[in-house]
Structure formats: structure tokens, C-alpha cells
């Protein structure tokens, strides 16, 4: 008996610490050594996740920068869910197939919620010669309802098929407010390495047109999140920079000797992108450009030429300008600008590669490079003529597009994967408690360890009951209020150039539009902190540049990071509400009342706290002057003394103002 009881104060001293863990060391080593000896399921769970981790890390991301939001297709609302609607797309000839994407549209705004939005429920998609009649299916999916795919793209295989009219058919709608709706970002049809859907006419029997968030020219735009098609391998180069020029007419151009003449079918233009501040979102991408081909070096005479302006929302992002030559032979390649980028009162023109294509191969790749000019500043080593045609943007190595959207499929597959066994593990671990609970409860304890685990069940279904909440919110704002903004940009845009109206009402037309954008921009900012969860500085950051160019786009800017190569950290909730306003707050500032003309940004990071400075060149005031309350100093103490952050202003009359804001990383910080 007494080697009994032993054996019974061994057991209870053991599970208890486990059974009593806080959730700051629930992880805790004896804790995981018990569950995993009830459960050896979760060790093998452990070993393939080990293995998911070392793949996911060795193949590409989709693009999640920023995209001036642009969506993609959207139908008009549908009465009737099972009323079939389609887009169709010409491809101009009859051409062989190898397979069409579907790439589906992502709203972050709605968080995990709006990966996948109306996606169709049932679908087919046909080919045809002709555009209404002789209809082939190529998948059928009108049977069943279709799992929706998530942030990642869905391949149907067209081996063998031949047309020139590709239909997308959606049967079964999305539940919708006021009825049912389908949606998609972009269609990609493959022969061979060529995309021949981009750019190509397209019609749909319901769209909805709300530029620039949704149109159906979105949906074989070229523009997507699928972004370059890459591989995780780091770029070691930039691209091309060139010198810097004070007029945006001032000739800018690159050539391309292909060796010999040689029949090009298409042109692919890769604007930088890299994480660097100075360089995100295709900085440098012309204006306007003309691109040519020739047998002469000096283009005396061209065999093909082709003028483009600057896609509508401004920067190409992260995907290529793709244009047809239609196989026009040529031994030269032209790129030229017709109109610079501007940064403040500098123009400069970037772009990281250039690919011209032959029978589905860059026959560029590694040719010789000549340029107008080139940038000779400091700190511009990895900026190059020959980096132009080195086989990298700006951040990574480029690969052909349809094998990057089978690896960007399997990554798919693998974060699924991921996400079931992580399930799995946390229904495993939570019966492996349960068991313990029960065993240790048997032996001396049940009540009080069922206690103590039920206040922990409780806050986790309070935490559940929260994060859900929290996204209903979201939803509710980009729904209900994001939809009827919109409108209200739209019928404002439209009475504001109404020639029948006077011009008074036109002026109250354009306040309207005015004050309804600026509502849907603080909106966008509210939604975006209360749904996007466990953020990180790297988000918050994005975020901020975004705001650089929304607010003080128009002056000369620059952005710069200490350390350069910052590593990604959480930030709470309130840390990063209070962070990022104040530096709105900063920016706005400068724009409605310093009148500078340069404005310089700082992003600090330490492993305990994040740090902005705004600093300008404008009129300056006198801080004691203003008694704490004009210019919005007011907000910016109060803001600082919610986080425990610090502030200081520097502001010199005529000489400029600084604004440097710092506030812990999280709550444990306070």
C-alpha cells in the first residue's frame, strides 16, 4: 500500500504542473513530453510539419504588396443563384491549349474571409471556334458544388483542345446581399510558356464597373496577385537606374542586341520590386514608353513599334507589361521613355528586366546591353545595364509563368496540408489533456483540474467569440459601407461633370466625391487594423509607404530604414493603431501646413519598441507658441501616453519641422 500511494504522489506531482500551465508556458517541454506519450499520433504530426516548413520555405509567395486596390471581375448582383452567367474571352486566332488558371480574387479588408471571394459555387469552362456556337468542355464543374480554392490558383488541364473562344460559366452563385454574385481576378490561358489570354477582348453577360476596384478588362489585365513568375531564390542584382534628370522629357532608353534577326512573338517588361523603401511598387516605370524593333542599330528603320502610357492605377506592381510583336523579326530591341517618373522636381527611369521571347525561350537573357545614360550614385552598385538581362528582378530569380503557377499550387496544397495537421494536432492534444484531466481527477484531483481547465475552454471560446466578431465587423464596413461609398464616388463623379448642372451644383458634386474618398480611405485604414490579427512590423510598414504616397506622393520623399534589412516582428493592437495614426497625423500635417518641398521618412526598429520620424522642409512654428494644441500636438501626446510611447517635436520657423514618434512593439512592454 504504501509503494501504492507512492506511485500515486509520483503521478499527481508530475501532471500537475501541466494541467496548471498559464498560456505563457503551455508549450512548456513537460507539458508537450505528456501529451505526446498519451497521443504518439502528434510526434508523427510534429515530423511533417518539420518537412511542410522546409518546403514552404524553398518555394515562392504570391505577391502581397500593394496593389492600389485593384480586384478583379465582378458581376452585376443576380437574382436567380442558378441563373448562368459568363465571361469569354477572344484570343484572336484559333490557337492549341495547354491549360487555363483561375486565379481567385482576395479582399484584405475581409481577412481570411475574403480569400476566394465569389468564387462560383458551380462552373464550366468551353472552347469554341466560333463565339457562340460548338462549345467544347473543357472542365465541367456544374454538378457539384466546388471547394473554394482559397488565395491560390486552380488549373484545368487543355491538352489536346483547339479554339479561339474560351467561356468561363459560372451556374451556382455566391449568397450575396440583395441576391448572388461571382467574381474573379484574373483567367490565365497557357500554350506553351505564353499567357495568350492577356490583354485579349473579353465580354460577359453581367459585370460590374467600378474602376478602378472592379471591371471586367481586370480579369486578362495581366495584373495580379500571382505577381513575376519566380523562385525563392534572392535576386543579387536590381536592374537598370538610370541618371537622374530634372526634365520627365528628357530621352531615357535601353537597346537589346539579340545577336541576329530573329522572329519575336512577344516582349515582357519586369518593373522593380524588391523590400528595399526606396524601390517597392515599380518605382522608375515610365510615364510612357515606346518599344521597338529593328535590323539597324540606330533605328533608322523598324520592323515593328508599339507607343504604351502607364496602366491607369499608376505603377505595373509586381507584374510585367506584356506586349505582342506577332513574330516581326528583329535584331535590336528599343525600350525608350517618352515621359519620366517623377519624384518631387527628379525623373529617373528603373526597370529590372527586360525579355524578349522566340518560340517560348528569353532569347534576350544574357545579350549585350547599351543605355542613354546610367545612375552613378552611391549606394546604386547592384543597378546595371547588363542587369537588365541577367534573369532576376529586382527580388528574385525569374522562371517561365506556368511553372511558377504549378510550384505556387503546390504551395497551396502544402499550407493546406499545414493547416489540417495543425488542426488535427490541437484536437489531439486537446482529447491528450482531456485524458490526463481525467486520469489525474481519478487519482486525487478531477474537480479541481476540471475547474481550472474549464476557465481556460471559457477564454478560448470568449477569444473565438471575439475573432469572429471582429470579423463581422470588417465585413459588415466593406459590405455595407464600403458598397455605398462607392456610390457615392460614382454618382458624385458623374454630377460633377454634368454640363446641364450650374456650377455651384457641380462644386457641391465634387465636395462630396472629395469627402466620400477621404471617408472610404479612413475607413479602409479602420478595417485593415481591426482584421488583419497577428500583424507584424513588416504589414504595419507596407502600410505606412502606402500612406507616403496617398498623402506626400507628390513632394520629393524619401524613405529610409535602420537597420536596412529589418527583421519582421509582432506589434500589438494598440502599439500599432496608435503608431500608425500619428503618422498619418505626421504626414497630413505636412501636407495641409508645412508647404515643404522634400520630406524625409525614418523607420526604426529595436526588438522592443518601433520608431518613425517625419521630418520637412517647410515653414516651421514655434512650439512653445502653440500651447500644446495646434498643429495636432494635442493628438500626438495623447497618443504617445496611451502606449507608453515618447514623442518630440523639433520645429524651427522657416526652417522645417521634425516629429519623431516611438512606442513599445506589445502589451508586455507597457
Sequence with gaps: ???????????????????????????????????????????????????????????????????????????????????????????????PLDSVVLLPVHLPTLGPAGEGYGFPIRFKIEVSKTPTTGFRSIADHT???????????????????RGRFVRLTSTKHVPAKGGFVWAMEEIMIFSGNYNIATARPRTATSTQELFPNWSLQRINDG??????????????????????????????????????????????IIPTSSDHPEIIGGRGFPKSLTIEL????????????????????????????????????????????????????????AISELQAYHKGVNVALHKKVTVSDQST??????????????????????????????????????????????????????????????GVGTIGGIALVGWIWMIFRQRSVRIRDSEKLRKQIARDLHDDIGSNL????????????????????RDDFREIQETAEQTAEAMRDIVWLIDTGEAT?????????????????????????????????????????????????????????ANAAKVRVVFELTPSH?????????????????????HGLKNFRRRANRVNGQLKIDSIVNKGTTIRFSAPLNHRNL
Excluded at 540606330?298 to 513599334?305: G, N, S
Excluded at 535590336?332 to 519624384?343: I, M, Q
Design 1 to 95: 500500500m504504501p509503494h501504492l500511494l507512492r506511485i500515486v504522489a509520483f503521478v499527481v506531482a508530475t501532471a500537475a504542473p501541466a494541467l496548471l500551465a498559464t498560456p505563457v508556458d503551455t508549450n512548456s517541454s513537460l507539458k508537450d513530453w505528456m501529451v505526446r506519450l498519451i497521443k504518439p499520433g502528434i510526434r508523427k504530426a510534429d515530423a511533417r510539419l518539420a518537412r511542410i516548413d522546409q518546403d514552404l520555405s524553398e518555394l515562392p509567395k504570391l505577391y502581397t504588396g500593394p496593389r492600389g486596390s485593384r480586384f478583379g471581375f465582378h458581376s452585376e448582383t443576380i437574382i436567380q443563384q442558378t441563373e448562368p452567367h459568363y465571361v469569354q474571352i477572344d484570343l484572336g486566332e484559333i490557337r
Design 143 to 161: 454538378e457539384y458544388d466546388f471547394s473554394n480554392p482559397g488565395r491560390y490558383p486552380v488549373k484545368f488541364s487543355a491538352s489536346g483542345f
Design 223 to 268: 495584373i495580379s496577385r500571382a505577381g513575376n513568375p519566380h523562385e525563392a531564390k534572392p535576386s543579387p542584382t536590381n536592374g537598370f537606374l538610370s541618371a537622374r534628370s530634372a526634365s520627365a522629357s528628357d530621352p531615357k532608353w535601353i537597346i537589346v542586341d539579340l545577336g541576329h534577326s530573329l522572329p519575336v512573338d512577344e516582349i515582357r
Design 294 to 349: 529593328s535590323n539597324d542599330s540606330k533605328f533608322e528603320t523598324t520592323v515593328w513599334r508599339t507607343r504604351k502610357y502607364r496602366h491607369p492605377l499608376g505603377f505595373p506592381w509586381d507584374s510585367a507589361l506584356v506586349l505582342r510583336c506577332n513574330g516581326e523579326a528583329g535584331r535590336y530591341l528599343r525600350l525608350a521613355s517618352r515621359e519620366l517618373f517623377a519624384r518631387g522636381d527628379m525623373h529617373s527611369f
Design 377 to 438: 550614385d552611391p549606394g546604386t552598385a547592384g543597378w546595371s545595364p547588363q542587369n537588365v538581362v541577367d534573369g532576376f528582378s529586382s527580388s528574385s530569380r525569374l522562371i517561365e509563368l506556368p511553372d511558377y503557377i504549378d510550384v505556387i499550387i503546390d504551395r497551396g496544397a502544402l499550407e493546406d496540408e499545414r493547416t489540417q495537421l495543425v488542426n488535427r494536432q490541437s484536437k489531439d492534444t486537446d482529447t491528450a489533456l482531456t485524458r490526463l484531466t481525467i
Design 486 to 505: 462607392a456610390g457615392i464616388v460614382l454618382i458624385s463623379e458623374v454630377g460633377s461633370t454634368n454640363q446641364d448642372a450650374c456650377e455651384t451644383a
Design 537 to 593: 512590423t513588416r504589414d504595419l510598414f507596407m502600410r505606412m509607404r502606402e500612406s507616403i504616397e496617398l498623402i506626400v506622393g507628390h513632394l520629393d520623399t524619401s524613405v529610409h530604414s535602420i537597420p536596412p534589412s529589418q527583421k519582421s516582428r509582432p506589434i500589438g493592437l494598440q502599439s500599432r493603431r496608435h503608431f500608425f495614426f500619428a503618422f498619418k497625423e505626421a504626414l497630413n500635417n505636412v501636407q495641409k501646413h
Design 610 to 630: 518601433v520608431t518613425f520620424e517625419v521630418s520637412d522642409d517647410g515653414v516651421g512654428f514655434e512650439p512653445e507658441e502653440v500651447k500644446g494644441s495646434g
